[in-house]
């Protein structure tokens, strides 16, 4: 049986894609879902399917924001007591608490304000505030920035991440973005069709994909099948359509295995200079077949001859001159290329 | 004749049999409502089907159904209230009560669940998750209350056959209208009506009073205990 742990002061990224049981499992450790089979353990007790005044003791030691901020009717301030509320906190103990807690999240002056006014940036730092105020020993958090712009969400981050380093807070934060999940957990489990497909740490995770669909999803877009042709010491050389690739990797000769490069490892170099020494074993040259340039950063094709797509800054493809068809070299480091798995 | 004294009394006598009725069938119907809403359990579809169908009965058929367990030789007939205003209370609740419990089960409804689940995850117990709901839904229960108390204050059928329209004793605002229209004084009967839509008007505006929201300054000294 499969088994998720959540260290105490840690913060777990839970990272996959819609539908592989991300939400289910947060409702499941909030006690809000009955597993249809397994164990919920708090603190090494036995949890699961707990009802009515024994449940509720449980869940009281934790808070859950969700991806919408779910405010209720009514001011900032009576939002974020909520919590305080049920646990029959005094009311002058709960209005400082409140207050401290605003101002710690920067809306110390909409204290009074109906939640209608607020934007989504500031109902979801409410919903949050609500949230931590409780001090809860667990927080659990459902892609609660999913639905914010991209500077709101940067921010949110990394207020949130400061407050939970700072509180030493054991959280678990659930997303689909893998950037967020590096930026926010200490460790990361990725979720696959209900399953555990990896957990580690987000270098682990993102340059060691256990499986072709974690290095998918974590944008290890080259992939390939290939025949690994010989092996030693620890350094590996399987041929991929013919080509020969270097790779740090502990396999037998003569596997069928599948190898990954993420486009951010690929560089690129004039084709007349790619016979230079350099630290990357692998190094050859392609013809350029398609070139995408996206704000910063562009995305260049190459034919070696299996399609190879290399992650450069805009400013190195004009530097380059890199157009469609000319001949272009390519290196990329022998631990650069994951080796994972049989291919099937 | 109708002196001015009967009129008073059958105004006063309307004010409290119908608060009374509405009263009860709010403390029937709301938490009826919110249990249908709510809860899950067998033959719940049932049980909404006959609420929806009671929502529409007929006062007339209430009255004759009612007069006929509680008229002295009737089943009930021992507690001797036919022809007294608890007879009209009954048959009021009989007719405002579904009519509560239906709005209520409808403003539950579209309150979006989530907001259960986010005060469960804040430490709520089921049934303090339920209350938030209900805070959520409380424009519609104020509106089911003011339905309930419409329905009965303007009814005359029901009231006139358990009530027996005794002047100065069963006579409601809604009987004399007729008392009057029938004795020929079209322009009394008239009259007593538009007390009848000033006593509707003042009730409706104290409820949507109630169903506005409450100032900014209560909600924060309700909440937070402190005014800043």
Redesign the interface.
């Known amino acids: 049986m499969e088994r998720l742990e959540v260290q105490q002061g840690e913060v777990l990224a839970v990272l996959g894609p819609s539908g592989s049981g991300k939400s289910v499992l947060l409702r499941t450790l909030n006690l809000l879902e009955r597993p249809s089979g397994g164990t919920v353990r708090f603190y090494g007790q036995d949890v699961t399917g707990l009802e009515g005044r024994e449940r509720t003791a449980v869940t009281r030691r934790m808070a859950m924001v969700f991806q919408d901020p779910l405010l209720f009717h009514g001011t900032v301030a009576g939002n974020v007591a909520y919590g305080l509320k049920v646990r029959k906190v005094a009311a002058e103990e709960r209005a400082g608490r409140v207050a401290n807690m605003l101002a710690g999240v920067g809306l110390g002056d909409r204290s009074g304000a109906y939640v209608q006014s607020l934007s989504g940036g500031e109902a979801q730092r409410v919903a949050v505030a609500r949230a931590l105020v409780i001090e809860p020993e667990v927080l659990l958090l459902d892609e609660p920035f999913a639905n914010l712009d991209a500077p709101t969400r940067h921010t949110l981050q990394e207020e949130t991440r400061d407050i939970l380093r700072d509180r030493g807070m054991t959280a678990v934060f659930v997303t689909h973005d893998q950037d967020e999940a590096s930026r926010m957990g200490d460790r990361i489990l990725v979720l696959h069709d209900g399953s555990i497909a990896q957990e580690g740490g987000a270098r682990e995770i993102f340059y060691r994909p256990a499986t072709e669909f974690v290095a998918r999803f974590v944008g290890m877009s080259n992939l390939y099948e290939g025949l690994v042709e010989a092996c030693e010491e620890g350094l590996a050389r399987v041929s991929v359509q013919g080509r020969g690739l270097f790779a740090v990797a502990e396999i037998d000769c003569g596997e069928k295995v599948k190898v990954g490069i993420r486009p951010e490892d690929v560089t690129l170099v004039p084709a007349d200079e790619v016979d230079r020494p350099t630290s990357s074993m692998n190094s050859f040259t392609g013809k350029v077949t398609d070139v995408e340039a996206r704000g910063p950063v562009a995305r260049v094709t190459v034919a070696c001859p299996f399609p190879l797509v290399a992650a450069i800054t805009t400013r190195s493809l004009d530097e380059l001159e890199i157009a469609g068809g000319a001949e272009i070299g390519v290196r990329f480091k022998a631990t650069a290329l994951v080796v994972f798995g049989e291919a099937e | 004749m109708i002196t001015i004294g009967q009129f008073w009394h059958a105004l006063w006598l309307s004010l409290v049999v119908s608060g009374l009725a509405t009263v009860i069938s709010a403390l029937i119907g709301i938490p009826l409502g919110t249990l249908l809403s709510e809860f899950d359990f067998r033959g719940k579809g049932a049980v909404l089907t006959v609420v929806h169908t009671f929502m529409a009965l007929p006062p007339v058929v209430v009255g004759v159904f009612t007069f006929l367990i509680i008229m002295r030789s009737g089943p009930l007939g021992s507690i001797g209230i036919v022809y007294t205003p608890a007879a009209m209370v009954l048959v009021q609740v009989i007719l405002a009560a579904p009519i509560v419990t239906g709005f209520t089960h409808a403003s539950l409804q579209v309150v979006?669940p989530?907001?259960g689940?986010?005060?469960?995850?804040?430490?709520?117990?089921r049934m303090?998750a339920v209350l938030?709901k209900m805070?959520?839904a409380?424009p519609g229960l104020i509106a089911a209350i003011i339905a309930g108390f419409g329905r009965v204050i303007a009814e005359v059928g029901a009231v006139t056959i358990v009530g027996g329209a005794i002047s100065s004793q069963t006579d409601t605002l809604t009987t004399l209208v007729v008392k009057l229209t029938r004795q020929g004084q079209p322009g009394l009967s008239l009259l007593v009506g538009a007390v009848l839509l000033f006593i509707a008007l003042i009730v409706n505006i104290f409820l949507t009073r109630l169903q506005a929201?409450r100032g900014?300054r209560k909600?924060?000294e309700?909440?937070?205990?402190?005014v800043?």
Do not use: I
């Open positions: 979006d989530r907001l689940l986010a005060a469960r995850s804040l430490g709520a117990t303090q938030v805070r959520e409380r929201d900014k909600v924060q309700r909440v937070t205990g402190y800043s």
